[in-house]
């Protein structure tokens, strides 16, 4: 269908486009096919990535094709091209806002992972400093039972005591912290 005159060239495209808008597929596929390269290197200098660009040319036509009805025979290479361009910028600002906001997630999950670590490592402050407060003779035998997890026997081998004793320091160091400690204190 190619010719060397731009006049028959419009000619041809004015009767295809006649027929497309009768429902004749075949007339719009040979305008698909006359224009299919113009229009993805057109889409591609905007969009600038090859795959994009295939996805936004086939797109392209499906809106061509619904725009025949309001095609006003006023140059259909320049009108087709319009509609190709404006897509393409719509596309990628689109595509440009979804990055922008998968950055913004990115960022706030990283901030996020900051405080929490942040809030964290105070609390393991606040913990040790309270831990602090315990009576020496309460506070060995508490690390080594529930920070250390030994055993009663390890712990009365480690101390040089009976396993009653360390039985009777366990149960004197609760009593402590029940009666020093509140549970808000660590909230």
Not at 16 to 33: Q, S, T, V
Not at 162 to 187: C, G, I, M, N, P
């Amino acid at each position: 269908m190619k010719t060397d005159r731009k006049g028959e060239s419009e000619i041809q495209d004015e009767a295809l486009i006649a027929k497309a808008r009768k429902g004749d597929e075949h007339a719009f596929r040979l305008l698909i096919e006359k224009y299919r390269d113009y229009l993805f290197k057109t889409v591609y200098s905007i969009i600038r990535n090859e795959k994009d660009a295939e996805d936004v040319t086939q797109e392209v036509f499906v809106r061509i094709y619904l725009s025949l009805p309001r095609y006003q025979s006023q140059g259909f290479k320049t009108w087709m091209t319009r509609i190709a361009v404006n897509y393409a910028i719509d596309v990628k600002r689109k595509m440009q806002r979804q990055r922008e906001e998968v950055m913004e997630s990115i960022e706030a999950e990283a901030d996020e992972r900051v405080e929490v670590s942040v809030m964290k490592k105070e609390e393991r402050e606040r913990i040790r400093r309270r831990l602090e407060e315990i009576p020496p003779n309460y506070r060995d035998v508490l690390y080594a039972y529930y920070i250390d997890e030994k055993s009663y026997q390890q712990i009365a081998k480690e101390q040089n005591v009976e396993v009653k004793t360390v039985e009777t320091k366990l149960y004197r160091a609760r009593s402590w912290l029940r009666k020093h400690w509140k549970e808000e204190d660590f909230q």
